[in-house]
């Protein structure tokens, strides 16, 4: 059953992408240019990499655990994602918000669309790399994987590119700070609607007289 964010404060944005094209570089850059945006961190089964830290960029979980959380309804999406399984935390989502902060989450863009489903107010934001070469050329950069696990994510990303016409907004990340400029001018234009301006300027809406 749908849910609603529009009685909470915050705002939930949720961004997705192929592997190798930016999102976590944006986001990351986001969350350090505005601290109203926070986070709200992941569950996967995947092991760390490099110098990630349990409770900072996922909770890394067993399969066991990760199980326990989906039989008890603790996730409002999860999926498998490149031989691992990712979840997010109804409870951390909605913590958040009702706090007044604004959430960014990165995901698949199954699981974003499940959140949609759920939360049908959550904005969601693709970010596109500008070339096929230059994907390849951005996962080949990154050190991470052999070239066989290039090959299976440029083969994945066919089928992800494909699924942005589903998004409520789409970001072409070829000049980084172009890229952030447009991240962050959505974030800003979300605050400025109607519901939001009433949430968090409520006195001037009643001194004005504005129900």
């Given amino acids: ?62 399969t066991a655990e990760f199980d326990s959380m989906v039989l008890g309804d603790a996730f409002v999406e999860w999926a498998h994602v490149h031989g691992h399984r990712y979840g997010t935390s109804k409870k951390a989502i909605e913590d958040r918000i009702t706090h007044g902060a604004d959430v960014i989450l990165e995901i698949d863009w199954q699981g974003a669309l499940q959140i949609k489903r759920i939360y049908p107010n959550a904005v969601l934001i693709f970010i596109l790399p500008p070339s096929w070469e230059e994907l390849r050329s951005r996962l080949e950069r990154r050190g991470e994987d052999t070239a066989e696990v290039i090959e299976t994510r440029l083969v994945n990303a066919a089928n992800e590119l494909a699924q942005a016409k589903e998004f409520d907004f789409v970001i072409i990340n ?38």
């Fill in 1 to 62: 059953m749908a849910g609603s964010l529009h009685g909470l404060p915050g705002n939930l944005f949720v961004v997705a992408a192929p592997s190798g094209a930016g999102k976590s570089s944006l986001v990351k850059a986001l969350l350090e240019l505005d601290s109203h945006v926070q986070p709200s961190v992941s569950h996967t089964t995947r092991p760390p990499r490099g110098r990630e830290k349990h409770g900072r960029e996922y909770f890394f979980t067993s």
């Fill in 174 to 211: 070829e000049l980084f700070e172009r890229a952030l400029f447009d991240l962050k001018a959505i974030v800003h234009a979300q605050r400025l609607k109607f519901l939001s301006q009433r949430r968090l300027r409520a006195d001037t809406f009643r001194a004005l007289g504005i129900l």
